[in-house]
Each structure stands twice: as C-alpha cells, then as structure tokens.
C-alpha cells in the first residue's frame, strides 16, 4: 500500500516547500488540479528534477483529448496521470495509449460515475493502471466520504484501487481496511500545523498494514 501526498496549494513555491518537508514518508507525489493549472507544466519538471526517486503523479483530470494531454506530462516527467471516468471511452484511451508509450501509468477518476463498477471494469478491459475512488471536495462539504464506493468496488473489480477524499487520521483505518493499492492524503497533511509530524503517522499506519 502506498501513501500519495495530493498537494492542492496554488503556488510552485508553497508546494515545493511541503514536498520537501514530507517527502520521506511520501510514495507518490501528486501536483494537484489546482496547482498544475495555476502553475502549469514546468512544475512537472521542476518537482521531478528535485524529487527523481519518487513517483509523480499529475491530476489532470482530463475530460477531452486524453492522448495529447497525457503526453506534454509524460514528457515533462510524469509517472502517472489521471483522466475522468465520465469523460468519453475513447478519452479515457487516448491517455491510456500515452501512458502505454511512455512506460508510464494511467488512474481513471471515478468522480461523478454513476455506475462505478461497469466503468471500473471497462476502463480495466483497456489497459488502465488503476480506478481512483473519489469524494471530490465539494462533495467531502456536502458530507460525502468514499468509504462505501471503496468498500464496494474492493469486492466488484480485480483493478487496483486508489482512494481519495478527506482522509484523515481518524478515518485511516476503515480506508486501510479495504486494502486499496494507494491512499491519497490532501488537506489532512498540507492543511496541518506540522505536514510533517502528520505524514509520519500516516505513513507508519499504512507501512503497518502493508
Ligand atoms: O483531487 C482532489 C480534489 O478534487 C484532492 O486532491 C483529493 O480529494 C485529495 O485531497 P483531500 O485529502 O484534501 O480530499
């Protein structure tokens, strides 16, 4: 199991500072939606170049041309990227080709798929790398969590499973429970006094459960 660290701050220089401080207890780092729009595609590249033994993902979220916005971030140093379960297949594809020829990886985000289970097996049919369970943030301030998908699609599909949304230290363990390939950590880490002290107590939880 491992720990990514979602970094949603809108500046290079605040995320570059919090990879830094918690990179020792970090398996993927992730430049956030946000960041990778406010900052674009040089931060790939920049945060690799400090960061070359760790896995960077970039969530890109994509919705259209899949194949030709994974590229620029395969090519600037992505390992992985994400593309939106509910964009059209041949999308989900287009990245999923990309990932293909640059040895890299593809998670398909399950955010607002209304039958997570048949799209989680059709995105496994074509070659994705992983089916990422989301509650979005605007979801998370509705009250929404993604244990109950999580739990759901743990038992429906064979495809690896990234998990998102709000996780904290109090709701670590139910996540870890359901074995996912990957925890993803925004707010409760980058939001925290300490990212640092934070992140070392999730990672110890997730090396133990691993
Ligand atoms: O992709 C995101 C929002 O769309 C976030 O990066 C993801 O939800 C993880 O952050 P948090 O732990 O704060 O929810």
Known sequence: MKLQ?????????????LAKKTSKYIDIIEIGTPLIKHEGVRLISLMKALHPKKELLVDL????????????????????VTV?????????????????KHGKKV??????V????????????LGADYVGIHSGIDQQNAGQSPLADLKKLSKAVDIPLVVAGGINLDTLDEIIACKPEVVVVGGAITGAKNPKK?????????RKAS
């Open 198 to 206: 934070i992140a070392k107590k999730i990672s110890k939880k997730i």
């Open 107 to 112: 998670v398909v985000d399950m955010i607002n």
């Open 5 to 17: 660290l979602a970094i949603d701050v809108l500046t290079s220089e605040e995320a570059l500072v």
């Open 84 to 100: 939106l379960g509910v964009a059209d297949i041949k999308t989900i594809e287009g990245a999923i080709v990309s990932a293909k």
């Open 61 to 80: 979220k994509t919705m259209d041309v899949g194949e030709y916005e994974a590229d620029f971030c395969f090519e600037a140093g992505a390992d992985i």
């Open 114 to 125: 209304a039958d997570k289970i048949t799209r989680a097996k059709e995105v496994a049919e």
